[in-house]
């Protein structure tokens, strides 16, 4: 298991990408169900209720799913699916569970005067903004296109995902 993380925080750093990782089916489902793991502590506080929290989990890997295969398809990358997206899922998986505490410490501060929140919020943005960069890596190395290509197809995919996730899951009464 430490090798497992060995080699996704080698691919979070930038180090090691989607190819780094073997083509396998049991990998890819150990890493979804840790990428889960790892989501519902920070989507928990996001969606408000358990439920709601397990509907924006499942839409977004259906997103990240469809999307995924659908770019690789079009592009004629579609060998390379399983790897991108276990590199994908194990990555911002390995993000999320850096974000617990900060998530955490927001959360234990929620009648705390304006300003004390500042830095937890800083390190939860900074957080999003490395797992674009890392999203960008991994789509890049993928497509065989330069870093530049697979960042913006990351941003893109960044806006989709929160449109969607805001247009479907209710808001809070």
Known sequence: M????KVFGSIVLRRLGPEDLPSSGFLL???????VLAQVPVALPAFGTPGNAAYAL???????VTCLW???RVTGFGSRYQ???TALLGASALLSLLSIPFTLWLLSSADA???STAFPNAMILAIIIWSLVVNGHILGRALSRSFGIGLLIA??????QSTLLSEFIPADP
Do not use: K, N, S
């Not at 430490?2 to 993380?5: D, I, Y």
């Not at 941003?155 to 989709?160: G, W």
């Open 29 to 35: 489902g150990l890493t979804a169900v840790i990428y």
């Open 83 to 85: 790897q991108t997206l």
């Open 113 to 115: 005067p304006v300003g």
């Open 155 to 160: 941003i893109a995919y960044f806006f989709l």
């Open 70 to 72: 659908a770019l690789l």
């Open 58 to 64: 499942a839409i977004d890997l259906t997103l990240l």
């Open 2 to 5: 430490f090798e497992l993380f």
